[in-house]
């Protein structure tokens, strides 16, 4: 971000907020070691350093070199170590320092304090364990799909349909006297016996019984705003298999495209997307989703003149926006991306998303991506 005055007041006048914090020069360093450890964990952040609370400009004195004195808080007081940007310039005739922290590609950080912190609104606090044990997931230190369900077992999973699965590899597991050991050792069930959340979500009988929100809401209205007539609304339940092939239904009978008849045929008046970018959205939606976010479902919405696929969960550390549009992959579920891929749903070349960028741009359409809130946002826009 290009740093002008005009960039500072208009900072300033917002006040402290969820990218923003000010820091006077007596601040301790481990006060500002915990401001940016908690935006390398959250989305990045700009410390306008020389600036109070309440936004007055106390500016720098030469008590210290304070470039440095930042770089040691960024390799001593953080783990690991962040590289921020450092900038000072004159603002209201007093020295200020900008220092801009961005997302962190090494997340989870923690201060030299042994401190987790995240951002929320306009204070560092630290992470719950539901969002520690998401940052730990973005960094692939730990896979919530590998994990065992409450309460489950072999009982809870659909022998038959596993049974077929193994099949293709020509292992017949009714003739298995511990099928159990089998189901242990590809990570259906864990070491404890309970059936494994990606067991659950792709052999189970009734997963929803356990994961209550691991399903995919549908709504279609009649406009382009939410608050629009709700033409059809679903929710679609059962394995992720069973999930994407109903909800690929449901979106075909949904999306109307209007026709005439040419030379004796009926011809489509409008160009519209072939099926498989639905169906590839589908899949990305529900496998590449946060699991470990419990209250809340995939979500697709259907306006007059778009589709929006939103799924719970951010992109892990090292993956942008830009690069998935390149075809670079990302595995928060390793498990289910297993599986899955050898079900068929998956191309293992990863030409999905790249896939689905072309083919919209053969029509003249632009896909949007976005990380929203706590969500994974893709949006299709629809011909009128």
Known sequence: MKITSETIKSIIDQGE?????????????????????????????????????DGSIKGLDDSRPWEEWIANISR????????????????????????????GKDRPYQTSKNQFVVRVGSTSRMATQGELMRLFQQAGVFHFDLTGV??????DLNLTKIADY????????????????????????????QATVAGLLV????????????????????????????????????????????????????LRRPSTILNGKRAP??????????????????????????GSRVRILLFQDRIEFLSPGRLPNTVTIDKLKHGVSYAINPVILK????????????????????????????VGFAEIGEEFQVVLPLQQ
């Open 17 to 53: 907020n969820s990218a923003v914090e000010f820091k006077s020069a007596n601040a301790h360093p481990d006060s500002v070691a915990r401001e940016m450890t908690a935006f390398a964990n959250s989305q990045g952040g700009v410390i306008l350093l020389g600036v109070a609370n």
């Open 76 to 103: 001593h007081n953080i783990i690991p170590a962040l590289v921020p940007d450092y900038e000072e310039m004159t603002f209201k005739g007093k020295q200020i320092a900008i220092v801009q922290v961005p997302k």
């Open 150 to 155: 409450a309460r489950t077992s072999v009982k």
């Open 166 to 193: 193994f099949q293709r590899y020509d292992i017949d597991i009714t003739q298995d006297d511990d099928k159990e050991i089998l189901f242990r050792n590809t990570d259906i069930l864990s070491d404890d016996g």
């Open 203 to 254: 052999f189970g009988i009734q997963p929803q019984r356990y994961l209550h929100n691991a399903g995919i809401s549908f709504a279609h209205y009649a406009g382009v705003l939410p608050d629009a007539e709700l033409i059809d609304r679903q929710t679609i339940e059962g394995t992720l298999d069973f999930q994407i092939d109903t909800t690929l239904a449901v979106i075909r009978n949904n």
């Open 269 to 294: 008046l409008t160009t519209a997307y072939p099926e498989k970018v639905f169906r590839e959205l589908l899949v990305n939606a529900c496998i590449h989703r946060n699991y470990a976010i419990s």
């Open 339 to 366: 599986f899955m891929e050898n079900l068929r749903y998956i191309d293992k070349l990863d030409r999905g998303l790249p896939m689905v960028w072309h083919e919209a741009a053969k029509i003249g359409r632009e």
